[in-house]
Nanobody, 127 residues
Framework: QVQLVESGGGLVQPGGSLRLSCAAS????????MGWFRQAPGKEHEFVTA???????YYADSVKGRFTISRDSAKNMVYLQMNSLRPEDTALYYC?????????????????????WGQGTQVTVSS
């Protein structure tokens, strides 16, 4: 079992930065793939980024070069550094954990690739 709690969201001006954190509990955390998804009002969940247990990272085209995912397995933490934020980045951001042993292919891009989810943290980009 893995429990996830996000923090770090807020209101930021366009061009600004935010750092989201995801605190994980559960002994299997270090072996899980960790992902960030987001959901804007009236839209479906959107894949943002993911990082495997070995540190391989993947990004949606819309955030490449602006967002960076990292993890600290010793602290059971995952981070999302968001720079050059745009109004279209406004959404509820969710942290998710997935057991790679249960999935194949590009599972990290899909909601079905994750077994555990946090409650989300709101990010609003507006002047």
């Amino acid at each position: 079992q893995v429990q996830l709690v996000e923090s770090g969201g807020g209101l930021v001006q366009p061009g600004g930065s935010l750092r989201l954190s995801c605190a994980a509990s559960g002994r299997a955390f270090s072996t899980y793939t960790m992902g960030w998804f987001r959901q804007a009002p009236g839209k479906e969940h959107e894949f943002v980024t993911a990082i495997t247990w070995s540190g391989l990272s993947y990004y949606a085209d819309s955030v490449k070069g602006r967002f960076t995912i990292s993890r600290d397995s010793a602290k059971n933490m995952v981070y999302l550094q968001m720079n050059s934020l745009r109004p279209e980045d406004t959404a509820l951001y969710y942290c998710a954990a997935g057991d790679p042993g249960r999935h194949s292919g590009r599972y990290y891009q899909f909601k079905s690739g994750y077994e555990y989810w946090g409650q989300g943290t709101q990010v609003t980009v507006s002047s």
